[in-house]
């Protein structure tokens, strides 16, 4: 049985099908490979896109889903072996995910961290709690990384310069600046594809704090030695953007800040300036710009760049249901 946890445990060519198969499935949005299948959509945080995109892509392909809100409109659940449950939790998720399995065929999972300790919320005890006990395939729909929309944003850029082969583009992942600290999900799943795709990354910035988990800077070594490309860090905007081909931004926290965020709060504030403008998209390579979306506008990046035809973050958010739908039906056939 194949979970869909990261892109970093499915190979290149694995990688390259599904992308294969999302272009086909936008071409032609309607099929039957989940017809008479469900899948479970466990939501503990919010969401606009990937619930949309998870639901209406079952949907297309003749499935199911039912959406759960453990602690709403589901039972709160319980992940560490040894508790003595007399508190909140009702049930534990060795039942949960076992039950599950017995009703659905695909089980999606979106949790974020709890951002009061980094060395607890990097091993992604939900995710993995779920991929341990289920007996069917488990999606990441967004915990510490988000390989949703890393293929999502794959395929967008792919579609952009009419190539599957993105070797030898500049690739700026920049930070930007956010009134208060957020996951690091995207950041750490953008990098991870932007270099396993073979090109020339440079993660843009304020300061050495705001480098990335030191496991998804490994990833991506690893990637640049596999796939060709590069890797550098850079804080200084004005030579990470120059002559760049492409610019994705993402506000995240400080990790050796983590759960103390006000301390990182005066670092945050002087490097508003980071914010992603024209002066700045000026200096590329007539680079298109992307987000993962929600973004707010002159905060993370200015009204002149969102409404800007460099902007593909529209397509990068519909290419959510095409890649989801190629990840079910995959996950699917191979059971």
């Given at each position: 049985m194949k979970h869909f946890l990261n892109t970093q445990d499915w190979s290149r060519p694995e990688i390259d099908a599904v992308l294969r198969e999302a272009a086909a499935f936008k071409r032609d949005r309607l099929g039957d490979q989940l017809k008479g299948k469900t899948?479970?959509?466990?939501?503990?945080?919010?969401?606009?896109?990937?619930?949309?995109?998870?639901?209406?892509?079952a949907f297309q392909l003749g499935g199911h889903a039912v959406v759960l809100a453990p602690g709403k409109d589901a039972w709160p659940i319980e992940f560490d072996l040894g508790t003595v449950m007399d508190g909140d939790t009702e049930e534990h998720i060795a039942e949960v995910a076992r039950v599950l399995s017995r009703y659905v065929d695909l089980i999606g999972v979106r949790a974020f961290p709890k951002f009061q300790n980094w060395s607890v919320d990097r091993e992604d005890h939900v995710l993995r709690g779920f991929a341990r006990y289920a007996t069917v395939p488990v999606i990441n729909m967004e915990t510490i990384t988000h390989p949703c929309q890393e293929l999502a944003h794959a395929l967008a850029l792919q579609e952009h310069f009419g190539s599957e082969d993105l070797r030898g583009r500049k690739y700026v992942l920049t930070w930007t600046y956010h009134p208060r600290p957020l996951n690091t999900a995207v950041a750490n799943s953008a990098l991870t594809i932007a270099t396993r795709l073979g090109m020339d990354v440079t993660l843009l910035c304020p300061t050495p704090e705001y480098v990335l988990d030191a496991r998804y800077m490994d990833w991506a070594r690893a990637n640049v030695a596999e796939s060709g490309g590069s890797l550098a860090v850079s804080h200084d905007p004005l030579a990470a953007y120059a002559g760049a081909d492409v610019i994705y931004a993402k506000s995240w926290g400080a990790i050796p800040y983590f759960g103390r965020w006000e301390q990182e709060k005066p670092i945050r504030d002087a490097h508003q300036h980071f914010m992603v403008d024209s002066d700045k998209m000026a200096l590329t390579n007539n680079a298109v710009f992307s987000h993962c979306l929600p973004l707010r506008r002159n905060v993370k990046a200015s009204d002149a760049v969102m409404d800007s035809p460099a902007c593909i973050a529209i397509e990068e958010a519909e290419n959510r249901l095409h890649v989801q739908k190629a990840v079910m039906a995959r996950l699917v056939g191979l059971g």
């Amino acid at each position: 049985m194949k979970h869909f946890l990261n892109t970093q445990d499915w190979s290149r060519p694995e990688i390259d099908a599904v992308l294969r198969e999302a272009a086909a499935f936008k071409r032609d949005r309607l099929g039957d490979q989940l017809k008479g299948k469900t899948i479970a959509l466990v939501f503990f945080n919010p969401s606009l896109r990937t619930r949309s995109s998870f639901e209406i892509g079952a949907f297309q392909l003749g499935g199911h889903a039912v959406v759960l809100a453990p602690g709403k409109d589901a039972w709160p659940i319980e992940f560490d072996l040894g508790t003595v449950m007399d508190g909140d939790t009702e049930e534990h998720i060795a039942e949960v995910a076992r039950v599950l399995s017995r009703y659905v065929d695909l089980i999606g999972v979106r949790a974020f961290p709890k951002f009061q300790n980094w060395s607890v919320d990097r091993e992604d005890h939900v995710l993995r709690g779920f991929a341990r006990y289920a007996t069917v395939p488990v999606i990441n729909m967004e915990t510490i990384t988000h390989p949703c929309q890393e293929l999502a944003h794959a395929l967008a850029l792919q579609e952009h310069f009419g190539s599957e082969d993105l070797r030898g583009r500049k690739y700026v992942l920049t930070w930007t600046y956010h009134p208060r600290p957020l996951n690091t999900a995207v950041a750490n799943s953008a990098l991870t594809i932007a270099t396993r795709l073979g090109m020339d990354v440079t993660l843009l910035c304020p300061t050495p704090e705001y480098v990335l988990d030191a496991r998804y800077m490994d990833w991506a070594r690893a990637n640049v030695a596999e796939s060709g490309g590069s890797l550098a860090v850079s804080h200084d905007p004005l030579a990470a953007y120059a002559g760049a081909d492409v610019i994705y931004a993402k506000s995240w926290g400080a990790i050796p800040y983590f759960g103390r965020w006000e301390q990182e709060k005066p670092i945050r504030d002087a490097h508003q300036h980071f914010m992603v403008d024209s002066d700045k998209m000026a200096l590329t390579n007539n680079a298109v710009f992307s987000h993962c979306l929600p973004l707010r506008r002159n905060v993370k990046a200015s009204d002149a760049v969102m409404d800007s035809p460099a902007c593909i973050a529209i397509e990068e958010a519909e290419n959510r249901l095409h890649v989801q739908k190629a990840v079910m039906a995959r996950l699917v056939g191979l059971g």
